[in-house]
C-alpha cells in the first residue's frame, strides 16, 4: 500500500532493497512531447511538463532533453531551457563533445 503526500511524493517501503521505498507516481514530471529525434551524437527530445504538484515552483513547462552516446561507458544527458539560454560554468578537463555517437554501448537508455 502506498501512501502519497501532496507534493505527489509516494512512500512505499518494500521487502526488496534494490527498490526504491520513495517514487513519484507516473503523472508526475514531465513527458516526452513529438518523440524523439536522432542526432549525430545521440538524441534530443522536448519535454512538457504534466500538470502534477511542484516540488520547487517556477517550473519550466517545456525543456530540451539532450543526450550523447560519448564512449561505450559514458552516457551524457543535459536538461535546458530552449527559450532561454543560461550561463554554463567551464570545465577545464571537460570538452564539448561533437560525436559521433559511440556505438556497442555497455549501458541501456529508456525515454
Do not use: M
Amino acid at each position: 500500500q502506498s501512501l502519497c503526500t501532496l507534493r505527489g511524493c509516494c512512500w512505499s517501503p518494500q521487502s526488496d532493497t534494490n527498490v526504491p521505498w520513495c517514487f513519484f507516481s507516473s503523472n508526475h514530471g514531465y513527458k516526452v512531447d513529438g518523440g524523439l529525434r536522432t542526432t549525430q551524437e545521440g538524441f534530443q527530445a522536448t519535454l512538457t511538463r504534466l500538470s502534477s504538484p511542484s516540488l520547487f515552483k517556477n517550473d519550466i513547462n517545456t525543456v530540451l532533453l539532450t543526450a550523447q552516446y560519448q564512449t561505450q561507458n559514458r552516457f551524457r544527458f543535459k536538461i535546458t531551457d530552449p527559450k532561454t539560454p543560461r550561463f554554463e560554468v567551464p570545465h577545464e578537463h571537460v570538452g564539448p563533445f561533437s560525436g559521433p555517437a559511440a556505438s556497442n554501448l555497455q549501458y541501456k537508455v529508456d525515454v
